[in-house]
């Protein structure tokens, strides 16, 4: 079992940049797929980005991509999110998941097993 912790959210004005950071606590995080989702009131859960278990794979919604990059330390237990070129439809609370049973990279929340409580990012205009 692991518990992630989400940080980094924070309000940022149109055209900013954020990081968000992501630790895991538990053992063998190298083996867990890492991924990112947000959501807004009243809408599903999105699938914002995603990681392999090396860090050398990576795929992206189609809302951020060029926009944001994700990242992973595998001696820190440590996922990262930076988040550039803010617009303020990329305001959500952002959440952190990790798949522990696959070496295909999901994009569905149902895929992944373990979730952080969510940090918010609002961005103003």
């Known amino acids: 079992q692991v518990q992630l912790v989400e940080s980094g959210g924070g309000l940022v004005q149109a055209g900013g940049s954020l990081r968000l950071t992501c630790g895991a606590s538990?053992?063998?995080?190298?083996?867990?797929?890492m991924g990112w989702f947000r959501q807004t009131a009243g809408k599903e859960r999105e699938f914002v980005a995603a990681t392999s278990r090396n860090g050398g794979s990576t795929y992206y919604g189609d809302s951020v991509k060029g926009r944001f990059t994700i990242s992973r330390d595998n001696a820190k237990n440590t996922v990262y999110l930076e988040m550039n070129s803010l617009k303020p439809e990329d305001t959500a609370v952002y959440y952190c998941?990790?798949?522990?049973?696959?070496?295909?990279?999901?994009?569905?929340?149902?895929?992944?097993?373990?979730w952080g409580q969510g940090t918010q990012v609002t961005v103003s205009s």
């Open positions: 998941a990790a798949d522990p049973d696959t070496l295909q990279i999901g994009v569905h929340p149902i895929e992944y097993e373990y």
């Open positions: 538990g053992r063998n995080f190298r083996r867990y797929i």
